[in-house]
């Protein structure tokens, strides 16, 4: 009787279905954890990077300093009420450019985003839905331009083209469509052939139609979440090439050009260099978390 007992609890724990129940269990238990970190992670996302927005549209009620007034008789001065976080080199309002480099690289970094992403997208469904030469083409040009390293080629693209917005977007976007269209192109692969397609070509939809209203809608999640992940490079790339000087030049209020003019103050003035650099990271964290929120949500589904 206690042998037999024994067998029997010995062959329960060691049956494999008992095993899969629990790991199903587990998993099961898990899944509302990692739902409730992805709504976290959306959220205090979300929070960062509408704050940013909120700041720069009020930017003018906010301050009532000129961000590009220059007063050399008061430069570097310390904190005080005419100025909350003091003056630059140039005698100009710290918050002032703060607010202000926010209404210049926040539609900056969109641009340099939304642009490839549209052209990689167009390129990737095209590519994928119909194949043949245009694809092969395409798929080598984006080849050649992944052969290259990212920086130096961007770099090369703004130096060849002069400083300013106009190449920056060029260079944006000759460099990031590519990541895009192999990422729809391969969405675009797995499902042309789904279900649903093939009934919308037995129905008589012309391909048009059916990209429009049948491909695109079930290639843009993945999209999306590559996009917000891709605002962080757009936020930390844009302020690296202001400070190497190739961005956004001085005067105007920009955060990368910002923590480049303030190097020799360091040691006097650390905090013209660690607030726009503190501004940078924090931004580029809120579209991290979003980024990260976005691709967990995905995986619960």
């Known amino acids: 009787m206690q042998k037999g007992h024994s067998v029997s609890t010995v062959s329960t724990s060691a049956s494999p279905l008992g095993a899969i129940g629990g790991a199903t269990e587990t998993s099961r238990a898990a899944r509302p954890r990692s739902r409730r970190a992805a709504r976290i992670k959306l959220v205090v996302g979300g929070v960062i990077v509408a704050t940013y927005v909120v700041l720069a549209l009020l930017a003018p009620w906010l301050t009532s300093h000129d961000p590009t007034d220059q007063d050399i008789l008061n430069a570097l001065q310390a904190p005080s009420a005419t100025h909350p976080l003091g003056t630059d080199e140039a005698g100009r309002d710290e918050l002032a450019r703060l607010l202000y480099a926010a209404r210049i690289d926040l539609p900056i970094a969109f641009l340099v985003t939304v642009l490839p992403c549209l052209l990689g997208t167009a390129l990737g469904v095209v590519c994928g839905y119909l194949g043949g030469w245009f694809d092969a083409l395409v798929m080598r040009v984006s080849d050649l331009l992944q052969a290259f390293p990212t920086y130096i080629l961007m770099i090369v ?3 060849s ?3 300013g917005v106009r190449s920056l977007l060029i260079a944006f976007t000759v460099v990031g469509w590519v990541v895009y269209a192999r990422l729809v192109r391969a969405e675009v692969l797995r499902i042309r052939e789904a279900g649903y397609i093939t009934a919308a070509r ?5 391909t048009p139609r059916i990209i ?3 491909v695109l809608p079930n290639t843009l999640r993945q999209t999306l979440i590559y996009l917000t992940s891709d605002l962080v490079f757009a936020v930390t790339a844009l302020a690296a090439f202001s400070f190497l000087g190739f961005g956004i030049q001085q005067p105007t209020p920009e955060w990368g050009a910002m923590t480049a003019a303030a190097q020799p103050y360091m040691t006097t003035n ?3 260099t660690v607030l726009p650099g503190l501004v940078i990271t924090v931004l580029a964290l809120g579209f991290a978390l979003l980024g990260d929120g976005l691709q967990d949500r995905k995986g619960n589904r």
Do not use: K, Q
């Open 270 to 272: 650390m905090s013209l």
């Open 157 to 159: 693209l703004v130096f």
């Open 212 to 214: 429009a209203r049948h």
């Open 202 to 206: 037995t129905a008589g939809f012309g």
């Open 161 to 163: 083209l002069g400083h």
